[in-house]
């Protein structure tokens, strides 16, 4: 079984303003600008072997302020300049009560199933305490950019950046193949 990498897209994947102490997510192409500090570090885990897969909860699907193919048009986009195997979006409003919108499991076990991925062994990135939560459930390790939005829910590990969280997980990943070998 292959190993995966679940990245939250919004801040960390691409650009994000801040309103009130919250995250705001981009809605247009023009609004969208993919954090180019991501290219090489995702391309050091894409070359260990890794799936890359984003993750993203995008209510606004649901409650009618993200137009579907604009938000498709912003996923070509981050495609063509990212890594990405995948991309999963969950576009559910809290209300719908879902098992796709992070804290839940559901993107990363919809992703498993999809990509063969053995989750005990993967890894989840982001700045936020719901993938951590969510990662907790489905047995990944969680590895979190310092952030106002890390929270008090177990999480794994918490560095400064993505790259710091990149050398992390290639460090883990190769002391898991040794082991194994
Ligand atoms: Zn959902």
Redesign the pocket.
Known sequence: MKLGVFIERDGVLNQVRIERQHQVSPLTLDEFHVNQDAVALLNKLKAAGLVLVATSNQPGLSRGYQNRREMDRMHDQMRRILPLDDIMV???DET?R?P??KPKP?LLVEAAFKWKLDLDRSFVISDKWQDAEAARTAGCTSLLIQSPWVGKVHRDFVLPDLAAIVEKILHLHTTTRAMVA
Do not use: K
């Open positions: 969950c576009p559910h719908d879902c796709c919108r559901g």
